[in-house]
């Protein structure tokens, strides 16, 4: 299956994503704010692969002057329900639809592997006023709880994908990996959790790519199984769930 299939099997998943995804802590925007050395307020920001507008609602309650950018029709049109009054244009990172020189910051949460970086790098700095800021960042699985590796050892059993390494790269790599090598880049680390329905976190795993392209037997068969196994953990119904935020802020010269 090829990336661009993965990247738009979300379309006809956007309302199970915005009904069960996670958001993100406070604290990460707070990294942000930190490490742009300004606030959010007033800032003009591009939220970019804005899917559901989970980063965008939390921008624009920072008080962020926000326009989502989002190339995929059933993320899209799931945003416009959700936030009916934010602005969103139709593109992707490969080629902005924004004028030159015109943000203070650009955003990706959960999106930026979608891109071609040797284009959506030059991109961000084509769009970026002198001294503003891309940031990326990730919700990943704190591969230190036992159930939650376990998991995702299954998952990627099942869904014929790399499994997890429980070692996460140092930061010099962690740069590279994204493309930014020869930026100033600052890293961090921010660890967060929810506690939710069994229902939702099932319906959570099943919304990434990985088991979206599988279709629903592929699917159903794999969340059957893990409903008995994380039951039997969290038997009261409510599972834990932990990320690590993995953030990174590049600063345009």
Known sequence: MTTTSRAHSFNEAAAQYAANRPSYPPALLDAVEQIMDRPLAGARVADV??????ATALLRERGADVTAVEPGDGMAAQFRRTLPDAPIVRGDGNALPLADASHDLITYAQSWHWT??????PEALRVLRPGGALALWWNTSALDVPWIAAQDERVAHHCGVKSPSRERPH?????????????NVARRQLRWSRTVPLDTHLAN???????????EAGTHAFLTEERTRI???????????????????????
């Open 205 to 215: 795993i099943g919304s990434h790519s990985a088991f979206l392209v599988l279709g």
């Open 116 to 121: 071609d970086t040797t284009r959506s790098v």
């Open 49 to 54: 692969g804005a899917g559901t507008g989970i």
């Open 231 to 253: 039951g039997e953990i969290f038997p009261e119904g409510m599972v834990e769930e932990t990320y690590v935020v993995e953030l990174l802020v590049a600063t345009r010269p």
């Open 171 to 183: 930061d010099d790599l962690a740069i590279q990996l994204a493309g930014l090598a020869g930026l």
